[in-house]
């Protein structure tokens, strides 16, 4: 049976494509608007692109996968010998993309379990691993949720961004805030927390930023065995050293994935975005 589960997620989770095939992992793309084009995240606009957009102000928005695209992966899924699917995706708070994998699921041909992991980048990718780790070892669909749902309550999610206006603008955050946080000319710290990215510190120059960034993620890493992410837009000097001293410093460390968010997340941040997830197992 365990063989038969099939573990779906959406773009936003950034696992490797490597990693999605040793795991058999599918992840249904998200869109982004530029200007006139709708563009596939992961295929059909990079990280690059998407940076030198939002640089030069050129309006970007996303949106969810449609019902239809869904349907399409969980019968392709269906057809290839799947008996159950479970479908793990980013925050009901930041998208609509489970309430369409849902009504996707009412019409699928076989039985279809959607979460809302309330996670986004490599916090719901590190749900959608524990999933399929699960069902490597035989779990039945209900107990490869259980085992997502145990991760995603575990995991932080931390992020530094140079400003807030792209937040702002793309309705993630409230207005009073932003421009708070520009009045004051501090570097803002985020959290993911109940599925909605909230400010969590200020502080006062970018050095001294990503330096605290740094020092929680150690913090909530602690001595256990823990998997973290590293993310970035347009940032990569940064990401790479501050993962070098996470990995001097997080004694208990598993795995350290270093890697750039999509053009979705990076819509919402802009460039110089770095972040950082903490997963303990």
Known sequence: MSRHVAIVTDSTAYLPPQTMERHGITAVPLTVVLGDRALE???????????????????????????????????????????????LHLSG????????ALLAARQAPVPVRVVDTGMVAMALGFCALAAAEAVRAGATPDEAVAAAEKRAA???????????????????????????????AVKPLLELTGGRIEPCEKVRTASK???????????????????IAVHHLAAAERAEALAARLRERVSGLTDLHVSEVGAVIGAHTGPGLLGVVVSPH
């Open 93 to 100: 708070e930041l998208s609509g993309t489970y309430e369409a």
């Open 154 to 184: 575990g995991t932080s999610a931390y992020f530094y961004v140079d400003t807030l206006d792209f937040l702002r603008r793309g309705g993630r955050i409230g207005a009073a805030r932003a421009l708070l946080g520009s009045a004051l």
């Open 41 to 87: 995240e992961g295929t059909q606009i990079s990280a690059l692109s998407l940076a030198d957009a939002l640089q030069k102000r050129h309006p970007v928005t996303t949106s969810r996968p449609s019902p239809e695209t869904f349907a399409s992966h969980y019968r392709t899924l269906a057809e290839s010998g799947a008996t159950g699917i479970v479908s």
């Open 209 to 227: 930023a990503i330096a605290r960034l740094e020092e929680i993620a150690v913090e909530r890493a602690g001595a256990a065995p823990v998997d």
